[in-house]
Structures are given as structure tokens and as C-alpha cells.
């Protein structure tokens, strides 16, 4: 047994000691975890919050009439409507589109693409009746297929009109987006390919133009190019005023 | 005073049995639609990525909104008992209502499980729960109603238990505006859209629930005009026309505090526009189908009076009830098509003050058709709720019955 007593001023020392000399161990063994994600970003391994994914959307850069990231999209996640074309599009499922917008007041046009905002706090996540509508740690917003009831509540909360719902049956889909007749689905950020250590096909598409509008990345990660640029450029969100905290920001709107 | 008695229903008329034929038709019409639109998928109904909800829960949402609100008689009888309204009549006929609560409510619930994408899925909402969902809230806020109205009834109809019809009327009382608070919850949280996003959709879904439950059980009474002769349904008539008359304000001032308050905020001033008069059917169901039909032509019904003629006659007066209340179903069923399909039409403001159009129907109103099968699955529920209640009401006493008729008796 130790002879001498301590004092309460030594003990807390040396606590204050210890967690100084440990506190950036931890803060540089999170890095290493948060780097080695998104480099080796391991199928196994569960998401957790140091990262959190999102998008720049340089609305300068999108080209007049380029469909170049709805078109990747579309063949990523195997949206072909009925039939293989778009006979429907009234109940077809869009996970990105592209907006025209003219300004009523100043004839101020541009167009820009729309998808889930991937909210921190979702409204589609706040209504499911279930919890099918989530959100990943890393803030990607998905959909359980196997826990979605098809009600549709959470495409009547989206403020981003970002959800589709599968009206029909579906033929050849594609094995790494799993759809189904009845539920509710949306841009994922095409996590399948993230969880590789790749880019969503929409940014990648827009790159291989040379466009460069759309740009992805750890907005938790100081260093990245998203976090760069996000904090050298006047971005916005789209319906700020709900205070959403969206993943998708755009510059030059 | 002599103590109330209650009877079934004996009736075994060709009437009753075509009635029952007719239900069932309507009840197996109403689940091959519900069949179609699950094999099929939902491009066969005229609901789309743009309306969400279709005409089938404007069915399903009149008759949850209704269940509630035709539990007024009982709730009068039990919970109201030490004040004017005390009479007999209310008791009379507070079984009847406790019933008609719980079967409306099947009804509503039936609609809306079979309209669901996945509706072989039942037993996920059942187990999965995401607590900040005004739905999840929504699924116990049912089943707590019906597992209540069925103690309620059994307070009723245990003589032993009468001393406990109080309590459970109360509960029953608390527990029915907790319903339809939480129905009303469900536009009126909805923060993205401008049509919704409103607290006032909690009090405007109360007000609705007892207008049209009060009409609902009036015309019910009506239709058992020829089975049923007792004094206290015409006491019960007399009473509930002032009732609804009050319901029917309620309701029409807060719709025009609503409108008000969007028509004061800039930001709403197109939706406004849109609702109320270029928006084609919505606005023509606005003022026809709920302002015309469904309010000030049954306000006048109820309480219009020559001054030539002076005092009606009782008959008169009850024919213009029985009228009255079914303008004011007519109406209330307008007044949910604008709220549910008018809100939905309407695009959302993604960029407020600019024009937007998209592949996705972006900045259109949205264009919908009701289809056969949604008509179908709706009627469907509404016949369930008709067939389960006149099933009901041969096996249990639930119909009141003077001495000196003969009939089984409680």
C-alpha cells in the first residue's frame, strides 16, 4: 500500500497531466481512423460521425443544357422507367434533375441540379413512421427497403421534392442500387461507390466534361478541397430558412 | 324515471338484406382494387410523384376525422351531463356512437394500411417505431381509441359498471381530441409546404371532427327512421340541430383565420391566389363545395326562420337537419380534397420569387385524376364501417327501445 497520502490538488494535477499528454493521442488516432476511411473506406467497417459527406455546387460552372449528371445517374442506379424508357414521367423516379431558373424580377437566368440535400436534420427522417428514412453517421440520408411501408410521408416533407416513389414493377435492375415496387427512394450519394473510396457518379460525370461543378468531399475534414473551398466561397443552402443544415451547398446562386 | 332500455336490431327486411348485399359488394370491390393497385403498382391510381396522396385518403381522413367526432353523443351524455345538455336522449343513444366511433376508425385505418406502397408490411409499422414521427404517434393514437371506446362500451352495457361510464367517457373525451389533434398534426407540422406548415390544422381538424361526426350520426338516425321509433331520437334530432349549427361556425372561422393569415404573409400570396381562384377545381371546391354546400346553405337549413310563417314545425325542422348534414358530409369531403390534393398540387418553393421549371414537374401545379380504384378502395372502407356496424347491431343491444316495444332487452 502506498505510504503517502495524496492531496486533492496533486490528484487533480495529475489527472490534468495525464489527459494533456493523452487528449491529442486520441484527437491524431481519430484522424488516423477519419484518413483511413476515406482512403481505404472498407465495406466492413460501420460509418461513424468524423466524416461527413457532402457536395459543392458550383452553379457558374454548370453548362446550358447539360444532362450529363442526370444521364449518369440514371445509369448508375438503373432508372429507366417502364419499359426501359421514360413513358411514365409523371410516377418515374428522378434522383437528380436539373432546375431552370429565371429570375422573375431581374430576367436573371441559370440552371442547376437538384437532389437530396442529405439534411443533418432531415425532415424526411423526422416523419417516417418507422425509421426507414435515416441518416448514416457519415450524413448520407438513405431509405431501408426492407422497413419502408410506402406511405409516402417523408415525399410530402422533403422542402427539395427529392423522393420518388417506385410506382410499378421492376425488370434488370442494377445489383448495386436494390429497388423496390412500393417504397420510397432518393439520391444516396451513390453510397456503394463512396464506401469504395470513389466519387458519386453524377460528380464523376461532370469531371470527365471537364465542367467541374460538382465537387465531393469530407466537410468535416479541414484540409479537403470541399472544406477549402466552403470556407473561402459564399455558398448557400437551398431553403435556408429552414435551418436544415443540408450536405449540398451551392456557390453562385 | 323509468331506466333506459336497449334492444338489437330485429329488423329482417328484404331492405336490410340488400343493404348487407350491397356493403359486401362494396367491401370486396373496394379489396380487388386494393389487390390491382399492389400487383400492379401505383401508376394505376392517379396519384404521382407530385400528389402523393390521392382522392382514397381524403376518404380515409373524412372517415378518422368523423370517428372521433361521431363520439360526440356519448361524450355529451357522460361527460357534459351536469350541464344543459343533460338528457336522456344523449344516453339513449350513446352506444350507438361509441359504436359508430370505432367502426368509422376501421374503416379510415383499412383505406389507408391498403393504400400503403407495401401494405403486406403491417406488422413492420407495428414493430418499428420512429417516436418523432407524427405517424408513429398516430398508430397508438387509434389503437389507444379503440381499446378505449371499447372499455367505454363495456361501462355501458355492464350494469355494474355504470358508475364508471363517467370516468371512461372522460377518457374517451380526452382521448378523441388527442386523435384528431394528432390527425391534424400531420399537415400541419409539414414545415416544407406552403399549403400546410400551419399549428391552426390541429383546432381546424377538432372543429371538423365535430361537424361532421354530429352530421354523420344524424343521418344515421335518419336512416333508421323506419326500424326505430322512440322519443328520444326525436329529442336527440331537436338538440343536435343547434349543435351542428355551432360545430359548422366553428369550422368556417378558423378556414377564414387560415386564409387570413396566409393572405397577410407575402410569401404565401400565390398559393393564396391559387386556392381561392385560379386553381380550377380547388377553388371551385373551396366555395361551392365547402363555403356554399357544406356551411352557409346548412346554416340557413338550421336556423333560417320566416318571419311570415314564424315557428316551423318539429317534422320540417328534422327534414332540414337530416338536408343539412348531408351538405355538410358533401361539403366536409370537399373541404379535405382542397387541403390534401389542392396542398399537394401546388408546387414547392424551392426558389421563392422564381420561375422554375424542371423534368420533374418542377414549379407546375401538379395535374390529378382520381382513379376507379381509388374510388373503389374509399367506398370500400366507408361500406366496411356500414356492414361491421349493422353486423353489430343484431348481436348486441345497442339500439335504445321504449317499454312498450317488445324486443330484447338489456
Not at chain 1, 139 to 156: N, P, Q, S
Not at chain 2, 31 to 54: C, P
Request: hydrophobic share 45%; glycine share 8%; net charge neutral.
Amino acid at each position: 500500500m502506498i505510504g503517502k497520502k495524496l492531496s486533492r490538488r496533486e490528484v487533480l494535477t495529475a489527472a490534468g497531466a495525464a489527459l494533456l499528454t493523452l487528449a491529442p493521442g486520441v484527437k491524431l488516432v481519430d484522424l488516423a481512423v477519419a484518413a483511413s476511411k476515406t482512403a481505404n473506406a472498407s465495406k466492413d467497417e460501420a460509418t461513424d460521425n468524423l466524416v461527413r459527406w457532402g457536395m459543392l455546387v458550383d452553379v457558374n460552372k454548370c453548362a446550358d443544357g447539360c444532362t450529363d449528371c442526370v444521364d449518369a445517374c440514371n445509369d448508375e442506379h438503373g432508372l429507366r422507367g417502364q419499359n426501359n424508357h421514360n413513358s411514365r414521367p409523371e410516377t418515374d423516379a428522378q434522383y437528380i434533375r436539373v432546375l431552370d431558373i429565371k429570375d422573375k424580377t431581374t430576367g436573371k437566368q441559370y440552371s442547376l441540379p437538384m437532389m437530396c440535400q442529405h439534411c443533418e436534420t432531415a425532415p424526411c427522417v423526422d416523419v417516417c413512421p418507422t425509421g426507414a428514412s435515416f441518416r448514416r453517421e457519415d450524413g448520407i440520408v438513405l431509405v431501408d427497403k426492407h422497413t419502408c411501408i410506402g406511405c409516402r410521408y417523408c415525399m410530402l416533407a422533403c422542402p427539395y421534392k427529392a423522393r420518388s416513389f417506385v410506382h410499378e414493377n421492376l425488370t434488370d435492375q442494377v445489383p448495386t442500387t436494390p429497388r423496390g415496387k412500393g417504397t420510397v427512394e432518393s439520391c444516396n450519394f451513390c453510397v456503394h461507390r463512396v464506401d469504395r473510396g470513389e466519387q458519386p457518379a453524377c460528380v464523376e460525370a461532370c469531371g470527365k466534361l471537364g465542367h467541374q461543378a460538382l465537387l465531393f468531399g469530407d466537410m468535416n475534414d479541414p484540409d479537403s478541397e470541399l472544406s477549402r473551398q466552403l470556407r473561402e466561397k459564399s455558398t448557400t443552402q437551398v431553403r435556408d430558412d429552414l435551418n436544415l443544415n443540408t450536405g449540398v451547398r451551392y456557390y453562385g446562386i | 324515471m323509468a331506466r333506459l332500455r336497449h334492444t338489437t336490431f330485429s329488423g329482417n327486411s328484404r331492405g336490410y338484406r340488400v343493404l348487407l348485399v350491397a356493403l359486401g359488394a362494396l367491401v370486396v370491390n373496394g379489396l380487388l382494387s386494393a389487390r390491382q393497385m399492389d400487383q400492379a403498382g401505383h401508376w394505376v391510381t392517379g396519384m404521382s410523384n407530385q400528389v402523393v396522396w390521392g382522392v382514397a385518403h381524403v376518404f380515409a381522413i373524412f372517415l378518422i376525422v368523423t370517428a372521433s367526432g361521431v363520439l360526440n353523443i356519448a361524450s355529451i351524455s357522460s361527460v357534459f351531463e351536469r350541464d344543459v345538455y343533460k338528457s336522456e336522449a344523449y344516453t339513449a343513444w350513446a352506444r350507438l356512437s361509441g359504436l359508430l366511433a370505432i367502426t368509422l376508425l376501421l374503416g379510415g385505418l383499412l383505406i389507408l394500411v391498403l393504400d400503403l406502397g407495401r401494405p403486406d408490411r403491417l406488422i413492420v409499422a407495428m414493430t418499428h417505431y420512429n417516436f418523432k414521427s407524427i405517424f408513429a404517434w398516430n398508430v397508438f393514437l387509434y389503437t389507444g381509441f379503440v381499446l378505449i371506446v371499447v372499455v367505454y362500451l363495456w361501462m355501458m352495457f355492464e350494469q355494474r359498471m355504470n358508475r364508471f361510464v363517467r370516468s371512461a367517457g372522460i377518457a374517451a373525451f380526452a382521448w378523441r381530441i388527442l386523435l384528431t389533434t394528432g390527425t391534424g398534426a400531420i399537415f400541419g407540422f409539414l414545415v416544407a409546404r406552403q399549403a400546410y406548415d400551419m399549428a391552426m390544422m390541429v383546432p381546424l381538424f377538432i372543429a371538423m371532427s365535430l361537424s361532421f361526426g354530429s352530421a354523420f350520426f344524424v343521418l344515421i338516425l335518419a336512416s333508421l327512421h323506419q326500424h326505430v321509433h322512440t322519443k328520444q331520437k326525436v329529442e336527440l334530432l331537436t338538440r343536435l340541430r343547434m349543435l351542428l349549427g355551432n360545430f359548422i361556425i366553428a369550422v368556417l372561422f378558423i378556414t377564414v383565420i387560415d386564409h387570413l393569415a396566409k393572405l397577410y404573409a407575402a410569401g404565401l400570396h400565390d398559393f393564396e391566389r391559387f386556392i381561392l381562384m385560379d386553381g380550377g377545381i380547388y377553388p371551385a371546391m373551396f366555395w361551392f363545395g365547402q363555403v356554399l354546400i357544406g356551411s352557409v346553405v346548412p346554416l340557413l337549413l338550421l336556423f333560417w326562420r320566416s318571419k311570415i310563417s314564424g315557428n316551423i314545425s318539429m317534422e320540417i325542422s328534422i327534414r332540414r337537419l337530416v338536408i343539412a348534414s348531408g351538405m355538410v358530409i358533401a361539403g366536409g369531403f370537399a373541404q379535405l380534397y382542397v387541403i390534401i390534393i389542392g396542398g399537394q398540387a401546388y408546387p414547392l418553393a424551392l426558389f421563392p420569387g422564381m420561375e422554375v421549371s424542371s423534368s420533374f414537374f418542377d414549379g407546375e401545379i401538379a395535374s390529378y385524376t382520381p382513379s376507379f380504384h381509388e374510388f373503389a378502395l374509399g367506398f370500400g372502407g366507408i361500406a366496411l364501417a356500414l356492414l361491421i356496424t349493422i353486423l353489430v347491431l343484431r348481436v348486441l343491444p345497442f339500439l335504445p327501445q321504449e317499454d312498450q316495444l317488445s324486443g330484447k332487452q338489456t
